[in-house]
């Protein structure tokens, strides 16, 4: 995207001594051009903030800042920024276009709706702003709409991309996924088409199962989109699910490398590995994450180990440098580290360990973990209880958490404790599997086989395409001795086994720009 013919050099060849405000911004603002129309957007974010900071009423610099923050894949901070040219110029076509389109990405249709009208006031024949009308139909359900808006475009461009694939789309919502595959791969050619129609395409053959086309579409999208991670998540996730468990396992190290301190990543590679993977890493790949990983992943992996019961890989991970003392770890990874040993039975050790932790900071989650198993074991079960209760106080979506601290009421013989904590845990957090399970199988050696049943159906309510919670289904269904319950979880697990999809967490948004999930 190029800005205007400013040459980098140009801009900062300006002079410097500027004293008015007015002075600054335009300096700032024909840097940033600058910058921008050279593709170093990070540098004209820089400068064009310096420009707004200057002076904030200059729509054309908020209209420049925009443009960088989409860009630099800011999606939030475009919003703002082209909401503030809309309060200096109301009929910037350009801001309201942009700001139709964000808003229906995180989920405002109002907003969205209203920004669309008011381009179309100005213009009725901008095919941009009839999409968004055509998309908030889509997500309303209303198919007639959709269509009605998918044909206004294709009679204003009959060659229209965007107006194809939203009638492609409007066809997949009343069922006819088909019909909606022809019409794009009629009406666009390969060569021509955009990430709108492979986005498309790849949602309409996840639905119809086909996983190879799948697979071959994300790959075209990744060619175009090679840093975003949940489509290398989302692939992850195909692959395993279709058997190709060494392209998995690759992709998700290249991930794992290449974003080595994204936590929300480094936690989505773990959870898929632990529902699909025992050997997620090659000890080549151990050895590498020991000797350069960082701490984040570090921390990832050894918590992974831990619990596919490796707590001696965990440990070699995370064991201190001797020369560096306790500066060679952070507490994290040192309480970690503890947590380890005490898996392999070094309750002193881990002891210890955890003490000096706790000593400078009473509030670290896996130290407390480590000492309220250790007082849980050698039942002091006050001690037990005062650290798990803050770990849960703390840390309420600590899964190990939840269960330690229902584990501790029960040795308390305190069952009615034990049983509230874990409804309360499932109630948290329904698309834990670790949860879930535990709490099945507590409630089937109770006695209880119709909540244990309940429990593990929620959990596929929540989590359809999860194979490992139909699995849970099953063995609840079959200790229970519920033949129709089991004949379902057999045919929900050979489903889910074809449903080529990550399950959303309840209330997030997914957004992949205008076309999304179908």
């Known amino acids: 995207m190029r800005m205007n013919g400013w040459s980098v050099g140009a801009a900062l060849l300006l002079a410097t001594a500027c004293s008015s405000p007015q002075e600054k911004a335009e300096q700032a603002a024909a840097s940033a051009n600058a910058l921008a129309a050279a593709g170093d957007f990070e540098a004209a974010r820089k400068a064009i903030l310096r420009a707004v900071a200057a002076r904030d009423d200059q729509p054309d610099q908020w209209l420049l800042l925009g443009r960088v923050d989409l860009e630099t894949g800011r999606p939030a901070d475009a919003l703002l920024a082209y909401s503030r040219v809309l309060e200096l110029d109301a009929t910037n076509i350009e801001a309201l276009q942009l700001v139709a389109e964000l ?17 179309l006031a100005l213009d009725p024949s901008a095919t941009r702003a009839i999409l968004v009308k055509g998309l908030i139909a889509l997500s309303r359900k209303d198919v007639a709409g959709a269509t009605s808006a998918a044909e206004t475009i294709l009679k204003l461009k009959p060659q229209d991309e965007f107006g194809i694939v939203l009638k492609a789309r409007a066809l997949a919502l009343g069922k006819d996924y088909q019909g909606a595959v022809k019409i794009i791969e009629d009406g666009v050619p390969e060569g021509q088409r955009t990430e709108a129609s492979f986005a498309t395409l790849s949602e309409l053959y996840r639905v119809l199962g086909n996983q190879e086309r799948l697979v071959g579409n994300i790959d075209k999208l990744l060619a175009r989109r090679p840093k975003d ?45 632990t529902q699909n993977d025992a050997s997620a890493l090659t000890p080549a790949q151990l050895k590498d994450v020991t000797a350069h990983g960082s701490e984040t992943v570090k921390l990832a992996v050894a918590r992974y180990l831990i619990d596919r019961g490796r707590p001696d890989a965990a440990a070699q991970i995370l064991r201190p440098d001797s020369n560096a003392g306790d500066n060679g770890l952070s507490a994290d990874a040192r309480a970690l580290y503890a947590t380890a040993l005490y898996k392999q039975g070094n309750a002193d050790a881990a002891k210890s360990i955890a003490d000096e932790i706790l000593s400078k900071d009473q509030n670290n989650i896996d130290a407390l973990m480590v000492r309220a198993r250790i007082a849980l074991q050698k039942q002091d079960l006050t001690a037990a209880l005062n650290d798990a209760q803050i770990v849960v106080r703390d840390f309420p979506m600590s899964e190990q958490g939840r269960i330690l601290l229902a584990d501790i009421y029960l040795a308390r013989k305190d069952p009615q404790r034990a049983r ?74 050979d489903k889910a086994a074809s449903v080529y999809t990550v399950d959303d967490r309840p209330g997030s948004l997914r957004s992949r720009g205008l076309f999304g999930r179908l």
């Open 103 to 119: 808003s229906f990405q995180f989920g405002e249709m109002r907003e969205a709706a209203s920004a669309a009208d008011r381009v």
């Open 420 to 493: 509230q904590t874990y409804e309360d845990a499932v109630g948290d957090n329904p698309q834990s599997i670790l949860i879930s399970r535990t709490y099945a199988q507590y409630l089937l050696k109770t006695g209880d086989a119709a909540r244990a049943t309940d429990v593990a159906r929620t959990f596929t309510r929540k989590s359809p395409s999860s194979v490992a919670g139909w699995d849970l289904l099953a063995r609840t269904c079959q200790q229970a001795a519920n033949s129709s319950c089991l004949a379902q979880a057999q045919a929900g697990r």
């Open 229 to 273: 991670a949940d489509l290398k998540l989302d692939l992850a996730e195909i692959l395993y699910k279709s058997g190709n468990t060494s392209r998995a396992r690759s992709t998700l190290y290249g991930l794992l490398v290449s974003q080595p301190d994204n936590i929300e990543v480094i936690q989505k590679i773990s959870e898929l590995w």
